[in-house]
Every structure is written in structure tokens, then in C-alpha cells.
């Protein structure tokens, strides 16, 4: 139930630039269209604000304990609406934000990596276009293509914003962007988008080498990122919480304090937006959602499918429409809900091939029937590298297949180049049990399964699990039903792999 909270074609010049950016935009002052109502748009205003790779529980108001950490979301979210159990597609950048955009799964989009979706794939920025909105972006502007797809008004690129990392330039170019779409008398979508607390982390510098290790793209600019913006608060590695997926080991500490530095960065960021929204006399016809593309660029979180990978601080707040203070903790929601929700809420006709649905009816408060599970994705890491997972998960259990895994292939990821896991590496050499987990997480299995109830890190893999083999079968079943229905590409592989496992609900 619903508990109440306690306290272009292409890229040419980036203002001209053609794109339907989507950005649900914070309420702030109802009181100010009050006194100018023949200003006020016919559809509501969008503003999306998001984060990259910060996990759902680095909030304060999901459980962070470092005092003040996100005070400007935690704002948001007593203002508003939040879902404890949200979750993003998949946990990669690009492709995360490409579903946000089409409401369809990456194997039908197109955009199972970093390549962009498919011209026959409609997008949300193409409705609110033609339904007379402006739409800008901030930053992150190649992570959504093709360009010409996204029919962006207004586009401001990372290298305008202090690398993504400069709250002073967000709110400089987010109150340009309201006063043009105010001056204008048109609705408008804007997609603002920090680069905190992707890595490099604030006033960390990356590990020699590391970057080519782990196949990273654009390193030197990514360096540069680290020394772009102000940092406004350190913590001391002694005081941060180490989340309980990961060892805890000095070095682990150490890149989380620089990690929760820029998280807080991200929090100022989201205070600088809100601020030139609230300024520009708009708040109070505005739609304002806050996400995180994916959860932190450590081991067992991003470019998996664990539930930190995908878990998402979703944060909704429109005046007069959405009740404050409420935390939904009985749907699932997902980031094929988005474009739906968008479209419902802007009052738009919805788009045929979309895979989610709007959860516009829970917004207004009410309960939404088939909202007791989520299904995420992975398939390619930014380097090119291919390891196709799917995951189906409820409040009960995590039930991931891992199709790459033969117990040959190794895994690599970004957070892999980090001090963080070159510290478990070397502290693996004494101890066996963190030398096994390592070894599972570079080859892992076909399928795990962990109960959630009681191991939410989900560190015991139950597969083979005599007293959870009705969960199991029950999960599995889940799973080829999700692949059939959207025409995964993985479906075959797994249907032979459930004839081979035994599975009665294979084919034979």
C-alpha cells in the first residue's frame, strides 16, 4: 500500500540544436501562476532531473547516514512522491536513458549498448514535439541518439557545465532554458542530467592505468571531469557506510568517501535546478522527476543485474496532483514506465510498440493491478564487450540468468580498473572466502537466485537450493514468459537451457 512519509538532425549550434529532451520538472511556487494565469501553459511543464551511477540507497532519505548528504532531494522528496522499489532497465548509461525514451526494452529499441536506437523506434521527444513543446538537455548530450531522433531545442553540453559537475552553470543555463520557454508561452521538457557521481569521483584522481585496463573510452576527458567544479564537502573514510556487497577495506573506503563527496555535489546540482525553476515563476505547473540512470560504479552495482544495480532513487513532485510526503512501497516501477507516464500526464495520445505503461494512476493515488515484479536487462559494456543477462525480481527473490557465463568467459567492467578492486584482489590472496567471491563475480553461473528477505546483498546464490526449488521454477517460468512476449533474442538460448537443466516447463 501507499504509506505517507515521515520527515537535429545532428548536434549543430547547441541552442538550435533539434531534440525532444524529457525532464520532469520540480514544482515549486503554485502561488506565482496564481497571480498570471493567462501565462500558464495547457500542458504541464517536464522537467526529468537524473544522476549517473548513484545508488538508490545513497540518499538520506533511503537510508544514507551522513547528515545532510542529499538535503535538496530529501526536500524534493517530502514534496512529493517516492517509490522504494524503482528501477531502471539496465544498468548502463546510454541505454538505461535510450528506454527512458521509448518505453521499449534495449533488444527493441535497438540500443542494446552504446549504439544509437533504431530510426523506426518512435521517441518521446518526437510526441512532445509535435504537441508544441520546447526540449533542452544538459549535458550527457551524446547519450541519446541518433541526434535527429531526439529533436533537442536546446542543447548544452558537459564542457558548458563544469564537466556535468558544476551546480553554479546548471543553474545559469536551467533558468536561460525556463525564461526562453516562459518568454515563449510553451510547455517545455527538459532533461538535466548531472555527471556526479559517475567516476572519477570528486577530488579522486583515476588509478595509472586503470583506465585502459578496464577498456574505458574518453579517459583523458574523464580526468579532467575529476578537477571540473567545486567540491563542497568531504568525509572521511571512517565515517561512510560501505554498502554490504563490498569488503570492507581501507581502499573501499577510501574511493567511497570521494564517491559520497560527489554524490553530494549531485544533491547541489539538483538544488541549483530547482532554484532557477522556482525563480522563473514556473514550479507550480511543473512535473519534476528525479532519477539515477543506474546504481555506483563499483563491484556487483553498475552493468549488472543485482538489485543495486538497478534500484533507482525515483522521485516524483507535481502540485496540485501529486499528494507530498508519500512513499509507494507496493508497485514496481521501471524505466519502460516512463515515456507512458510522460505522455499520460502531458495528456497525449500513447505510442503503439511501447513494452511499459503509465503509472500516472498511482501518482494520483490509487493502486495499479500487475506492478509486483520487474524485469532488467544487460548485454554490452561500453568497451564493446558482450555478457547478455536477464533478471526478474520481486519483494521476495532475484532470479538472474546469465547467458555468457560458462565458466570460461570472464567478466569486465569499468568499476574493475578501480583501486577499490585491485584492494580485493590483494586482500583475497589471504583470504579464501572474498578469493571465491571474486572468482564468481569474473565467471559466475547460469542462474542465480538469492532470497531477499534475508540476504538483501544477495551474497548466497540459492540455485540448487532443495527448499527453493518451487521459487525457482516459479522465477523461471517468469523469465521465458517475459522473453517470449517481447521477442528476446536470448529465448531459444534459454529454452535450451532450461531442456537441458530439466525444467518441466522447457519444450521437449
Known amino acids: 500500500m501507499i504509506r505517507a512519509m515521515i520527515p537535429l538532425s545532428s548536434e549543430t549550434p547547441r541552442r538550435a540544436a533539434a531534440g525532444c ?31 549517473d551511477d548513484m545508488s538508490y540507497d545513497s540518499l538520506g532519505v533511503t537510508g544514507c547516514p551522513l547528515p545532510g548528504i542529499t538535503a535538496n532531494l530529501d526536500r524534493l522528496a517530502s514534496q512529493g512522491m517516492r517509490f522504494a522499489n524503482a528501477h531502471v532497465t539496465v544498468a548502463v548509461c546510454q541505454p538505461s536513458r535510450s528506454v527512458l525514451m521509448t518505453g521499449r526494452y534495449p533488444h527493441r529499441n535497438g540500443s542494446v549498448g552504446f549504439e544509437p536506437i533504431r530510426q523506426d523506434v518512435p521517441t518521446l521527444q518526437e510526441s512532445l514535439r509535435r504537441a508544441g513543446y520546447i526540449n533542452g538537455i544538459l549535458a550527457k548530450t551524446t ?32 533558468r536561460e532554458f525556463f525564461d526562453r520557454a516562459r518568454a515563449e508561452s510553451r510547455p517545455f521538457f527538459l532533461m538535466a542530467n548531472s555527471q556526479d557521481p559517475h567516476r572519477p569521483f570528486a577530488g579522486s584522481e583515476p588509478r595509472p592505468g586503470a583506465t585502459r585496463r578496464a577498456g574505458r573510452r574518453g579517459a583523458s576527458r574523464r580526468t579532467e571531469a575529476a578537477r571540473s567544479g567545486p567540491v563542497g564537502r568531504t568525509y572521511r573514510p571512517e565515517d561512510v557506510p560501505v554498502p554490504g556487497f563490498l569488503p570492507d577495506l581501507p581502499e573501499i573506503r577510501e574511493e567511497l568517501a570521494h564517491y559520497y563527496a560527489s554524490v553530494h555535489r549531485c544533491d547541489e546540482t539538483v538544488g541549483q535546478v530547482l532554484r ?7 514550479a507550480g505547473d511543473t512535473l519534476v522527476m528525479f532519477l539515477s540512470d543506474n546504481g555506483m560504479s563499483f563491484p556487483f552495482a553498475k552493468t549488472n543485474c543485482y538489485p543495486f544495480s538497478t534500484g533507482t532513487p525515483w522521485i516524483v513532485r507535481w502540485p496540485g496532483r501529486v499528494k507530498p510526503g508519500v512513499v509507494d512501497v507496493e508497485h514496481f516501477v521501471s524505466g519502460i514506465d516512463f515515456m507512458p507516464t510522460i505522455l499520460d500526464a502531458a495528456g497525449l495520445p500513447n505510442v503503439d510498440g511501447m513494452d511499459g505503461r503509465s503509472f500516472l494512476p498511482i501518482l494520483q493515488g490509487n493502486r495499479q493491478s500487475g506492478r509486483d515484479r520487474v524485469f532488467t536487462a544487460f548485454g554490452r559494456t561500453s568497451a564493446g564487450r558482450d555478457y547478455p ?40 590472496e ?42 525457482l521454477a516459479l522465477r523461471r517460468g517468469e523469465m521465458l514468459r517475459m522473453m517470449e512476449s517481447t521477442g528476446d533474442p536470448l529465448t531459444q538460448t534459454y529454452r535450451a537451457y532450461l531442456k537441458r537443466s530439466g525444467f518441466p516447463g522447457a519444450p521437449r
Not at 22 to 51: G, H, K, M
Not at 143 to 166: I, M, Y
Not at 276 to 282: N, P, Y
Open 21 to 51: 529532451l524529457v525532464l520532469l520538472l520540480l514544482p515549486a511556487a503554485a502561488s506565482t501562476f496564481a497571480a498570471e494565469p493567462d501565462s500558464r501553459p495547457s500542458r504541464p511543464n517536464i522537467l526529468l532531473i537524473t544522476a
Open 389 to 428: 543477462m536477464r533478471c526478474v525480481q520481486d519483494r521476495a527473490f532475484a532470479y538472474i540468468f546469465n547467458a555468457w557465463s560458462d565458466g570460461t568467459n570472464a567478466f569486465q567492467n569499468e568499476s574493475m580498473g578501480s583501486s577499490s578492486f585491485a584492494a580485493m584482489r590483494r586482500a583475497a
Open 430 to 471: 589471504k583470504d579464501p572466502a572474498l578469493a571465491a567471491r571474486i572468482d564468481f563475480y569474473l565467471h559466475r553461473t547460469p542462474e542465480e537466485l538469492y532470497d531477499l528477505r534475508t540476504d538483501p546483498d544477495a551474497r548466497r546464490n540459492r540455485i540448487g537450493d532443495p527448499t527453493c526449488r518451487d521459487e
Open 276 to 282: 532557477a525553476l522556482d525563480e522563473s515563476g514556473l
Open 143 to 174: 547519450h541519446l541518439a541518433p541526434a535527429a531522433k531526439f529533436c533537442w531545442d536546446v542543447v548544452v553540453p558537459a564542457e558548458e557545465l563544469g564537466q556535468g559537475r558544476d551546480p553554479a552553470a546548471y543553474y545559469r543555463h536551467a
